[in-house]
């Protein structure tokens, strides 16, 4: 990728967050108010989801402005486990949200079945809300996935704020459903759950984020563990060393693919089967950077000369002393 590419990539992710960040600083201002006018934990949790968007797209953007830097002497392997952190820090914060709105309801629905029901809902302010926040989670949605693929879809921050956006939309939307059904219900097939309804919806829609949430995090808890990537692209990567390394006329031992954030690394254990210079080397490992980089964008490649794949055999591996 050129510099004035770059640069591009860089405002256009940039812009994008900027949204993301007057959106969600939106969306929970209205969460907030609605919630106290309404008196419904649903909309509440609903605006503090859109809080934690707001300060994560604040944390995305100073991220991104650094993400393709090289390695320097504060960091020797550059800046790219900054997007894994951030990935799985902010699916670690909702998870940590969903687990106080979960607890909170069963509080509820427990006071209830005590004789403490809680206090009624006021239905004249939702409607209101519903529609302005579906409508602004929508346009969220299509601005940040339109960025996201211009800028070839290596963005994990910007898939994540997509990803946010549909799913807070979902929410709502679900969140808007069930109040509807309760207000129009309350006095006949759901009269018995209509004073917690607006508890018993939270907890269903804790329980439909948690999945969703608890993945984000492992996946980003498994880049930083540093698991290798899928076999798909592992294939891709080996696919597009293999005429190179053929050409060269040494053999592969060995090959291994990590990501990281939107980069991936490619480790390359090969043999040249020959004596050979350090210039070659540097001449076979750029050759291989611009061959993966066809098929995996922003992706490097670690050229290790051995006659031996990623592990040593066990007749060679250092003894550890006691």
Request: proline share 4%.
């Amino acid at each position: 990728m050129t510099q004035p590419e770059l640069a591009i990539r860089k405002r256009l992710e940039s812009r994008a967050l900027v949204v993301a960040m007057g959106g969600n600083l939106f969306m929970g201002a209205a969460g907030i108010l609605a919630s106290i006018l309404s008196n419904s934990n649903a909309i509440m949790m609903d605006g503090l989801f859109s809080l934690i968007g707001f300060t994560s797209a604040v944390l995305g953007r100073r991220i991104s402005q650094r993400i393709d830097a090289g390695p320097d002497k504060l960091r020797p392997f550059g800046y790219a486990a900054d997007e894994a952190i951030f990935s799985t820090l902010r699916s670690l914060s909702l998870l940590g949200l969903v687990m106080f709105a979960i607890t909170s309801a069963l509080k509820s629905i427990y006071n209830y079945l005590n004789g403490l029901p809680p206090e009624p809902l006021s239905f004249a302010p939702m409607i209101l809300y519903f529609s302005g926040i579906g409508l602004t989670c929508t346009l969220l949605w299509a601005f940040h996935h339109f960025t996201w693929r211009r800028i070839g879809r290596n963005s994990a921050i910007l898939r994540l704020e997509a990803k946010a956006a549909l799913f807070d939309g979902m929410i709502t939307a679900a969140a808007g459903i069930g109040l509807a059904a309760i207000y129009y219900f309350r006095e006949g097939p759901l009269a018995l759950i209509a004073p917690i309804g607006d508890s018993v919806i939270v907890l269903l829609l804790c329980l439909l984020a948690l999945g969703a949430y608890i993945r984000e995090f492992k996946g980003g808890l498994g880049e930083l563990a540093g698991l290798s990537a899928s076999p798909a692209t592992v294939a891709t990567a080996r696919r597009a060393v293999r005429a190179t390394l053929i050409e060269d006329g040494g053999r592969i031992r060995d090959l291994s693919v990590t990501k990281l954030g939107r980069s991936h690394l490619v480790t390359v254990y090969y043999d040249p089967c020959r004596s050979v210079f350090a210039q070659e080397i540097d001449r076979l490992n750029l050759d291989l950077i611009r061959d993966v980089r066809t098929v995996l964008a922003g992706a490097d490649v670690l050229l290790i000369v051995s006659e031996h794949p990623r592990r040593w055999p066990d007749e060679l591996a250092p003894v550890q002393s006691a």
